[in-house]
């Protein structure tokens, strides 16, 4: 089936690699294994998610004002822009900084679902949202990123995953990935095999 869209991951998929999770919940007073940060912040009381929600939101400030591109990400949004494969960004970030990345580094996606649209990955609900927005099936859709959330997303949503595995971890979650890439613009060349 050809790809009519591309949902990428942002942090550590269009952008490199940034936040440090361990020092973010030990900040917030978390134990470094507490698991997600978003999970652990829901079973909290409304005064302690208050507090660290400051925390993430200061940290993810730093992360954009800090942001640098992967290698190959700005050629390959032009690349499928040229294609008129529709660019989604699917992140557990808020859109707001979505946005303020793709101001900074001058790129255009055509849809973006943060954290505050609705159920985060590894939930369906995003791929599902953006496939909607775009008008294709889920199947018409790669969702590239860089860690299992992404792959289990696309999978519960009937998506192409894709892993970038530009980190240590990769191989742990390669398992679940229908493609592996090792740079963002291996992407093109999967799309243009599924012509």
């Known amino acids: 089936m050809p790809i009519k869209a591309v949902i990428f991951d942002l942090d550590g998929t269009i952008t490199q690699p940034y936040f440090d999770f361990d020092a973010i919940r030990e900040e917030m007073g978390l134990d470094r294994d507490s698991g997600p940060v978003l999970e652990s912040m829901e079973k909290m009381t409304p005064e302690q998610r208050e507090n660290v929600e ?6 993810e400030q730093k992360a954009v004002t800090e942001s640098k591109l992967n ?29 303020a990345i793709a101001r900074k580094h001058n790129l255009k996606f055509d849809g973006i679902v943060g954290r505050e649209d609705g159920p985060v990955k590894p939930d369906a609900f995003g791929v599902l949202r953006i496939c909607q927005q775009f008008d294709v099936k889920p199947g018409e859709s790669l969702l590239v990123g860089d860690y299992l959330f992404d792959l289990l997303c696309a999978k ?38 599924k012509k």
């Open 54 to 59: 400051q925390i993430l939101h200061s940290h």
């Open 71 to 99: 290698p190959g990400a700005q050629q390959t949004l032009s690349a499928l822009r040229e294609a008129g494969i529709s660019i989604g960004v699917l992140t557990r970030n808020r859109r707001c900084n979505a946005l």
């Open 156 to 193: 519960a949503a009937g998506a192409v995953a894709v892993l970038l595995a530009n980190h240590e971890k990769a191989s742990e979650f390669a398992r679940y990935a229908d493609f592996t890439i090792e740079n963002i613009s291996q992407v093109l060349q999967i799309v243009e095999d």
